[in-house]
């Protein structure tokens, strides 16, 4: 059982930033995908970026070049830096843990990123 503990949400202005943090109760480089989603109200929640064990990372259209995941192995954290923020990019972020053999899927409790206009 993983455990996914997210940080760093908050309220800020359009065209700010924040940088949200997902520490994990086991060693990162051993789950095959770490990832980011969001889900605003009254909508689905939706991939946002993630980053497997060997490295390649993944951003969706809607926030490449503004967003950038990351993460630090030794502190068995994940990040996701956001620049640019934007009122739609408002929701509910979850750090997403993923193994494949076998398959199991964690979550985190959720971090609020409100972005004001």
């Known amino acids: 059982q993983v455990q996914l503990v997210e940080s760093g949400g908050g309220l800020v202005q359009a065209g700010g930033s924040l940088r949200l943090s997902c520490a994990a109760s086991?060693?990162?480089?051993?789950?095959?995908?770490m990832g980011w989603y969001r889900q605003a109200p009254g909508k689905q929640r939706e991939l946002v970026a993630f980053i497997t064990s060997g490295g390649n990372l993944h951003h969706v259209d809607s926030v490449k070049g503004r967003f950038t995941i990351s993460r630090d192995n030794a502190k068995n954290t994940v990040f996701l830096q956001m620049n640019s923020l934007k009122p739609e990019d408002t929701a509910v972020y979850y750090c997403?843990?993923?193994?494949?053999?076998?398959?199991?899927?964690?979550w985190g409790q959720g971090t609020q990123v409100t972005v004001s206009s």
């Open positions: 086991e060693k990162i480089s051993s789950i095959n995908v």
């Open positions: 997403n843990a993923e193994n494949w053999f076998p398959p199991a899927t964690y």
